[in-house]
């Protein structure tokens, strides 16, 4: 029933990685499979956290002894970090605010910065059926423009049907001189498609800003924002192995006004930038490219046995599911419903059987989903056996 595996010179290098994560070797009976709300974390990220909370837990930019002079370093040395992650070949020109994930860095954006590019009669693209953190921010900015008295106007993000691709050539229909802004989405939280950013540049043209919400890429899969041509990327540190209430905003600092995030900031997450940094370390040891081959090819086993199940029905691109497809490349996420099961009780079932799943709305926006669906999402840690034990267990319900 299961796809052969194409990542076979992966293995050991899987495996070796795979018993960094005690969390994951501690319990053998479950399979972690909800990675994209939260991932777990290797020791060195966990030995990282202790290191520095027994050697210079202080203060970031307050003191003038050792301890807060090595968190003042870390905290600016994170920074250079993150722009190099994320393949930024011009790092002085840009800036890097911590934040606590990807929601808290959009709504900083549209609280902080947006306000100050738009004029009245501008226009900003919002996708509908992405994560409603990266639509509720845009929203609210522009209620907040038109309570004094500025409209502008929301474009909605065309999508391809079927794939759920961004359709970019009705964005170039849609977008005019006056498109300032648009939101995006680098890989897709439900349907785990790359959302082929690189495109929207094209359809939009040089001038208008486009913000990333990377939430389910940094730590999945290679991002390079001078390739992709964009202005914000937006991420989530604990999806990407690093602690809860660690999450960053890269900003390029060309287009529209400098961001500089308004307000006394108070006391950055020291702990959290300290687990970044060890992540960060740890994945590019890794080799980022190596973890999206070993997660898109358990999503294609996955996709591949389910083609055989017909009680089940995959979301987004079904040409997607072979793991050659080149029309969209799914990333390691497989969201799916039973055709006859409710989804709460298929995710309460699997979790019987000692798989942990997402199973509700996945937080999309209107445009998406309108029924709850079980979300699969892999992390590097992932086996092809624990795909093998899903697939028997579906196909036992089905
Ligand atoms: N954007 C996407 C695409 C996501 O998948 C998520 C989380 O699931 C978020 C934003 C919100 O991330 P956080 O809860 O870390 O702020």
């Known amino acids: 029933m299961t796809a052969p595996t194409t990542c076979e010179d992966l ?158 050539r009705a964005l170039a229909e849609r977008a005019g001189p006056r498109t300032r802004f648009v939101a995006a989405t680098h890989v897709h939280h439900v349907y785990g498609g790359d959302m082929n950013v690189h495109r929207i540049r094209r359809a939009v043209g040089p001038e208008a800003v486009i913000c990333l919400d990377a939430a389910q890429g940094v730590g999945h899969v290679p991002l390079s924002v001078d390739d992709l041509d964009v202005d914000f990327v937006v991420f989530s540190g604990h999806k990407a192995l690093a602690l809860p209430g660690s999450g960053a905003v890269w900003a390029r600092q060309e287009r529209g006004p400098r961001f500089t995030p308004g307000g006394w900031s108070g006391t950055p997450n020291t702990v959290g930038v300290a687990s970044l940094e060890a992540a960060l370390d740890w994945l590019d040891a890794a080799g980022v490219e190596r973890v999206e081959r070993w997660t898109v090819d358990l999503a294609a086993r996955l996709t591949e046995g389910l083609r055989g199940l017909d009680a089940y029905e995959v979301l987004g691109c079904p040409l997607s599911l072979a793991a050659d497809s080149a029309v969209q490349r799914r990333r390691g996420i497989v969201t799916l419903r039973h055709r006859a099961v409710d989804s709460g009780d298929l995710g309460f079932v699997l979790f019987s059987h000692g798989f942990m799943v997402r199973s509700d709305h996945l937080c999309q926006g209107d445009a998406g989903e309108r029924t709850g669906s079980v979300r699969v999402s892999l992390h590097v840690y992932n086996t092809e056996e624990e795909i093998d034990r899903l697939l028997s267990v579906l196909a036992s319900l089905a």
């Open 11 to 168: 293995r050991a290098w899987q495996r070796e990685l795979r018993a960094q994560f005690p969390i994951v070797t501690g319990h053998p009976e479950l399979a972690y499979l909800d990675s994209a709300a939260t991932s777990q974390k290797p020791r060195a990220v966990l030995d990282a956290v202790q290191a520095y909370l027994t050697t210079s837990n202080a203060n970031a930019a307050r003191g003038t002894y050792t301890w807060a002079n090595r968190t003042t370093d870390l905290v600016e040395r994170t920074r250079e970090r993150v722009a190099r992650f994320l393949g930024d070949t011009r790092a002085e020109r840009s800036a890097v605010h911590f934040t606590s994930g990807t929601t808290e860095g959009l709504r900083t954006i549209a609280r902080d910065w947006l306000p100050g590019l738009l004029r009245d009669g501008d226009q900003i693209v919002v996708p509908g059926a992405d994560h409603r953190a990266n639509i509720e921010p845009w929203l609210e900015t522009r209620r907040q423009l038109a309570r004094e008295g500025v409209r502008i106007h929301v474009v909605e993000m065309p999508y391809q049907s079927g794939s759920w691709d961004y359709d970019h």
